[in-house]
């Protein structure tokens, strides 16, 4: 072969390459112009919006991706999912920025939801209807001074759709009304390829199962979902009122208080689905601290025959206050920050019982400063009969608590000894609560990177099914992330994605070349 043939065939590699490249910058670019004219953001680090967009509820998990899409028509969310997955570009979907493991954010691609804020509740049907971009905050405003409640979060700054995909309990109205999952009517997808599907009950039925509770992130970008609100009739006050008890003990016998606890709720509670609990434990060596949040969806003049006999037992609460809230009152009374000042680990153990053994781990949870720890604590939701529809991807119909430990801190050299503490007491806690076999899983919204057994804990026997729907609906699993629902005979892998990065760097370095070979001949 003569020298001028090996030019030519170098020529022609150089420049299939090259064209290809540029074909992928080509329809960045022009998916980039095609957002932007249609009132959408396209946000780089030097942008002044960047930082804001960018920032995650939790500061111990913070990542700052490459580029953020802020699409503002459902046809652009579309055009999006189709121009990056067929170049086998990796995304994340950004709602609420509240997934306590980063998954709505990595180092590349970001489709945030942020623009797509609309809102619309029909009083007829009972329903609200919510775009992708709605957090909790902008529908409790809109339900402020009506009868309803939604199903959302206690946190008002968490997104409305991360939430219900998880399941998402209220703490305060869940066992009344069901899981946000329990209540949506239907949702519409955008898959991989950019296709529209509706996912309801009688609809792509599988889809719609799998949406309700088989977690963020899988499946398809949900661009928007209805759901049913509930009137709150039973408590007889105006706009949706509630009796929101505020119970505290400070530095009593806790272990006794949480015994007569425990005894209230199987002898009222469990069969009385009008009370609610958020309970938190601190304790240290020198001090304790016991609070419960307590909805009663029923009449005030019911409080003192139905919680009395309870709290007239020894210990007596140290403190202890009756408010008349609404929905909105709660989450201001509650004034979570957004986002979080300190770094926090949370994690979750799903919980038929507590028994003795695990309250000697809960009580025991007392870790030292030399992980300069702010704060440590133990949450108890009470969830018993809050999961109203069995026929959902959310695996936990049968549990009475979702326990739910956490740590806080400032510093990031902190941050393994932080998350070993906190890991090492859900070990014991699963340890102490095997013999009863009291702790089947764990909550999916409270995704932590660092479970062992994840899939197991998550979904339980829900994990084949699941993993038979994603292969349906994302076949080449485009809708990724370490702790998501791989389909079967996935042809492709993490291995196989393309970085943008990689793209924009790759294609300069041909394009310099491609410059040289030309420039020498
Ligand atoms: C302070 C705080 C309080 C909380 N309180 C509660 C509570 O009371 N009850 C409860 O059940 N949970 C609670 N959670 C957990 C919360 O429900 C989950 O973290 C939830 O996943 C957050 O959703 P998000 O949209 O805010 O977060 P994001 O981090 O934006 O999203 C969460 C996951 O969903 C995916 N996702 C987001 N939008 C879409 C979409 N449109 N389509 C497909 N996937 C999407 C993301 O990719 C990510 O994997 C709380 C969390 C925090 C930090
Ligand atoms: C909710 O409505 C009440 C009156 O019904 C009003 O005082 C309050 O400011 C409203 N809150 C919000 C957050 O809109
Ligand atoms: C979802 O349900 C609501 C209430 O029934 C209905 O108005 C709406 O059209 C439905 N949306 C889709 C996409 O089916
Ligand atoms: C709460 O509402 C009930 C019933 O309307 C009323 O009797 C009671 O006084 C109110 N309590 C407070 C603290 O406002
Ligand atoms: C509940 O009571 C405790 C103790 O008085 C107090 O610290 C806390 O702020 C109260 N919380 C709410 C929401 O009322
Ligand atoms: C305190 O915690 C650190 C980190 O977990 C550990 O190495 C150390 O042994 C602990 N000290 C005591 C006194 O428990
Ligand atoms: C939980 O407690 C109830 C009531 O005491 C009991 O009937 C049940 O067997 C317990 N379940 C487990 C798994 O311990
Ligand atoms: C997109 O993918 C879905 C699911 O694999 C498929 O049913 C649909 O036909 C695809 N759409 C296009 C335009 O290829
Ligand atoms: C991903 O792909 C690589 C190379 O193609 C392969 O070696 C690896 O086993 C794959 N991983 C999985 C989880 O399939
Ligand atoms: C993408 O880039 C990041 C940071 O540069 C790197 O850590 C990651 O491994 C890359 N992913 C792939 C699939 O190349």
């Known amino acids: 072969m003569s020298d001028s043939y090996i030019h030519l065939y170098i020529t022609i590699i150089i420049l299939s390459v090259c064209f290809v490249i540029n074909a992928q910058s080509d329809s960045l670019n022009t998916l980039e112009s095609t957002i932007i004219s249609h009132g959408g953001q396209v946000l780089r680090i030097t942008d002044p919006q960047y930082k804001a967009a960018a920032t995650l509820h939790n500061r111990a998990i913070q990542i700052w991706p490459d580029l953020i899409l802020r699409p503002a028509t459902y046809d652009d969310v579309s055009l999006a999912l189709s121009t990056l997955s067929s170049l086998r570009i990796p995304i994340r979907i950004m709602g609420g920025r509240h997934s306590y493991g980063g998954y709505c954010s990595h180092q590349g691609i970001v489709l945030d939801s942020a623009l797509l804020k ?110 049913k609100i509930h009137r709150m009739s039973e408590t007889k006050m105006p706009n949706g009122q509630f009796s929101f008890l505020n119970i505290t003990w400070v530095n009593i016998d806790i272990r006794t208080a949480l015994t007569n606890w425990l005894t209230f709720l199987k002898n009222v509670a469990d069969d009385d689905t009008r009370i609610s609990f958020n309970v938190i434990i601190a304790v240290n060596s020198e001090s304790n601290f016991l609070m419960m949040y307590c909805s009663f969806n029923g009449p005030s003049v019911e409080i003192n025959s139905v919680f009395g006999p309870w709290l007239s037992q020894n210990p007596k609460p140290t403190f202890y206050d009756v408010f008349n809230y609404t929905q909105t009152d709660i989450s201001r009374a509650l004034g979570i920050p957004f986002p979080v000042v300190n770094r926090e680990h949370v994690l979750s153990a799903m919980a038929i019982n507590i028994t003795e053994a695990m309250l000697d781990v809960i009580l025991d949870f007392q870790p030292n400063s030399t992980a300069g720890l702010v704060g440590s604590w133990t949450e108890l939701i009470y969830l018993h009969n809050a999961n109203k529809d ?130 020498m001949h």
């Not at 991989?192 to 009950?201: C, H, L, M, Q, R």
């Open 118 to 227: 609309d809102l619309n509740i029909d009083w007829t049907t009972e329903t609200v209807t919510m775009q992708a971009g709605v957090i909790w905050a902008d529908v409790y405003r809109a339900l402020n001074g009506s009868e309803y409640v939604a199903l959302g979060g206690l946190c008002p700054t968490v997104g409305v759709v991360g939430f219900t995909l998880g399941g998402g309990y209220n703490a305060m109205y869940s066992r009344s009304f069901g899981l946000a999952s329990d209540n949506v009517l239907n949702f519409t997808v955008a898959l991989y390829n950019g296709t529209v599907v509706t996912a309801s009950s009688t609809i792509n039925s599988d889809l719609y199962w799998a949406l309700r509770g088989g977690g963020g992130g899988n499946f398809g970008y949900v661009l928007e979902m209805t759901q």
């Open 390 to 519: 069995k026929n959902t991807a959310y695996a936990f119909p049968d549990i009475s608590f979702d326990i739910a430990p956490g740590v806080s801190w400032t510093n990031p050299d902190a941050d393994p000894d932080a998350i070993e503490i906190s890991e090492k007491f859900l070990e014991k806690l699963i340890d102490a609560a095997a013999p009863s076999k009291s702790i089947v899983g764990a909550y999916l919204n409270y995704i932590d990177p660092y479970l062992r057994d994840w899939q197991k804990m998550y979904y339980r026997n829900h994990w084949d099914r699941l993993r038979e729907i994603q292969t349906k609906w994302d076949p080449t699993w485009y809708f990724r992330f370490p702790q998501g629902i791989p389909p079967y005979n996935q042809q492709s892998n993490d291995s196989q994605l393309t970085n943008r990065s990689v793209v924009t760097i790759g294609s300069l370095i041909m394009l310099v070349l491609s410059q040289c070979f030309c420039l």
